[in-house]
């Protein structure tokens, strides 16, 4: 079985601050891992995949297969940041994807 | 306009009725998802088609139907014997390739039993 763990329900920071969403994730073999996000009025979207190992927004995030975490960060938070996150895993012959419960974050000027 | 769109947006039903949810995409993706949100309990899969005229139970498919007749679209019902049908339901069509993996969402239909 596949599961994706966010401890997370809500996250408050500051604007500028750093920010790190937290996601862990069980499955046995070599899973596939995303951050989705859901701006306020808009379609949940991708962000970004482990396996491009890209930042987009400036947003990163690492797979840690040891602690099998995939955590969302970001050094300097903006207000535009604002949203639902949402941790998703793909497994073994991709045939579901599946998500965690998602973390609000909210950026304070 | 490629995409994935839902229909309607907001939908209201009266206790005991069937109501059928539409998804269509555009996409060519073969494979198609139905996720019910609700508030602190993410996203949750109901079922999904990876072809056409195949689907699978997801987590929570008890009181949904779903049918795959075509590739385009993807249509639930959400019957009478479903006990809490207010919700926000998202359709996803689904590039599922090694390194490529990307879910399309669409804006959602808001349930509403009244």
């Known amino acids: 079985a596949q599961r994706v763990t966010q401890p997370e329900k809500l996250l408050s920071v500051f604007k500028g601050a750093p920010v790190e969403l937290k996601c862990n994730y069980s499955?046995?073999?070599?899973?596939?891992l995303f951050w989705y996000v859901q701006y306020s009025r808009q379609r949940l979207q991708l962000l970004l995949r482990h396996i491009s190992r890209e930042s987009i927004k400036g947003f990163t995030a690492d797979l840690n297969k040891g602690e099998t975490s995939f955590h969302l960060k970001k050094p300097f938070a903006q207000e535009e940041d604002s949203a639902m996150y949402y941790c998703?895993?793909?497994?073994?012959?991709?045939?579901?994807?599946?998500f965690g419960k998602g973390t609000m974050l909210l950026v304070s000027p | 306009d490629g995409g994935i769109t839902q229909s309607p947006k907001y939908l209201f039903r009266k206790e005991g009725q069937n109501v059928t949810l539409s998804c269509e995409q555009n996409l060519n993706h073969d494979a198609m998802y139905w996720y019910r949100q609700d508030p602190g309990q993410g996203l949750r899969l109901i079922y999904y088609?990876?072809?056409?005229?195949?689907?699978q139970k997801g987590d929570i498919a008890e009181g949904y139907s779903v049918s795959r007749e075509k590739k385009e679209s993807f249509p639930l019902t959400v019957t009478s014997a479903q006990k809490n049908p207010t919700a926000f339901y998202l359709c996803?069509?689904?590039?599922?390739?090694?390194?490529?993996?990307?879910?399309?969402f669409g804006q959602g239909t808001r349930l509403t039993v009244v």
């Open positions: 088609s990876q072809i056409v005229n195949d689907f």
């Open positions: 996803a069509s689904i590039l599922l390739q090694s390194g490529r993996t990307e879910a399309f």
């Open positions: 499955y046995s073999g070599s899973p596939e």
């Open positions: 998703a895993l793909s497994g073994l012959g991709y045939s579901t994807l599946t």
